[in-house]
């Protein structure tokens, strides 16, 4: 992620302990969607300024004196380490300069909130600290942008922004880059899968071996990683023998913290899938190979697809020689129709073939079908572009 820019002042500030970094993104960010890039300070955006000596001290002067408002994480956690102990000492400091300041709205300048179990020495046993842990990031940045605004009561803000603002999926289809032959449905599906207005969120696709499933998907994850704003993960069940590498590429991307590596898939999958819905950011998740799903197909068809019913936010791609159906599911409302996967006729071959080697023929194409039994890996390989 780009560095921000450092501001003069932020208008709002997070301190907190490590434990409760992922909870905590979440509502930054959803924060941030609201404030604008560069309002907000989040420790690991602002590293290039932290880095170095005297960053107890930076951290200092961000939170008593650099941010309209320091939103203070409460935890066991955060009472207990050197470095959050420094920064709920300048915090508590600020605290006592507004009770002697004629300004009240200063009273109003530090926030807290709980994120884990536990409490921190020093503050106030009848001190309102809201529980945010089970409520989603956008409830809990309306919160705190709703105290931001006892600060500053003409705060403005980029609130419901979509296309311009890049928060949210897009009013339009994209234009998508398909290097692929044929397949245009599925093209064109894809590309009303990811605006804001599509009646549906679960996209399958069924196809039998060959037919261009994985390729499709692998140029789904590219298309996506060029739009702003959106998150997209690719998950292949066929990459479950290495676990955790297939892991460590579906979240690359997602910018959520790796699950605990003791727990059965499902429960990995699950986990990841708590720390997007806590972010609510428009995300794509992308499941190649279905029909090795085993034991995580009551996962997918229990929690993850039900879930698309509220989560707006989410969208959904399952690829595979089978995919789940939707006759009687509660979640059928939001899946469009199987699309079923046919080789692509020589003729689209011939024209993908063109787009990369003007040069080849009608023949050409004609012997690399013969020579590849129409196997879609082995053609885009021979007719793609030259590595």
């Not at 842990?133 to 709703?146: F, G, K, P, T």
């Not at 197909?297 to 690829?319: G, S």
């Not at 199987?338 to 080789?343: E, R």
């Amino acid at each position: 992620m780009p560095a921000r820019e450092l501001p003069d002042k932020f208008l709002v500030a997070f301190s907190l302990a490590g434990e409760q970094r992922d909870l905590v993104r979440a509502i930054a960010e959803a924060v941030e969607k609201e404030l604008g890039a560069g309002n907000v300070f989040f420790d690991e955006w602002f590293e290039h300024h932290l880095a170095g000596a005297g960053a107890d001290l930076k951290l200092q002067k961000i939170y008593g004196e650099q941010c309209a408002l320091v939103v203070f994480c409460v935890s066991k956690e955060y009472g207990a380490k050197p470095w959050t102990l420094a920064e709920h000492d300048v915090i508590h400091a600020r605290l006592m300069r507004a009770r002697g300041s004629s300004d009240k709205r200063e009273l109003d300048s530090v926030l807290p909130i709980r994120v884990g179990d536990g409490e921190v020495e020093g503050f106030l046993f009848n001190a309102i600290v809201p529980d945010v842990r089970a409520r989603r990031a956008a409830e809990s940045a309306r919160l705190i942008v709703d105290r931001l605004r006892l600060i500053t009561p003409d705060l403005k803000t980029t609130e419901g922004s979509n296309a311009t603002g890049g928060f949210g999926w897009p009013e339009t289809a994209p234009s998508l880059a398909w290097p692929i032959a044929g397949h245009s449905s599925v093209r064109d599906a894809f590309a009303n899968l990811l605006t804001a207005k599509t009646a549906w969120r679960f996209l399958p696709i069924r196809g039998e071996s060959e037919t261009g499933k994985s390729y499709i998907t692998r140029q789904m994850l590219a298309n996506v990683l060029a739009i702003p704003h959106i998150a997209c993960g690719r998950f292949d069940f066929k990459g479950t023998t290495d676990m955790e590498r297939e892991i460590r590429a579906f979240i690359q991307e997602l910018g959520v913290a790796p699950p605990p590596s003791n727990l059965r898939l499902h429960e990995r999958l699950d986990h990841i899938l708590g720390a997007l819905r806590q972010r609510s950011q428009p995300t794509l998740l992308i499941f190649d190979t279905y029909e090795m799903v085993g034991e995580t197909q009551e996962w997918v068809e229990k929690q993850l697809l039900p879930c698309l019913i509220r989560a707006t936010w989410l969208r959904l791609v399952i690829a595979g020689q089978m995919v789940p159906d939707p006759t009687g599911a509660v979640w059928g409302a939001v899946a469009r129709p199987a699309l079923q996967l046919k080789p692509p006729p020589l003729s689209d071959w011939l024209d993908y073939a063109r787009q990369h080697r003007p040069e080849l023929t009608r023949a050409n194409v004609e012997a690399a079908c013969l020579l590849t039994s129409k196997k879609a890996s082995l053609l885009s390989q021979l007719l793609g572009p030259k590595i």
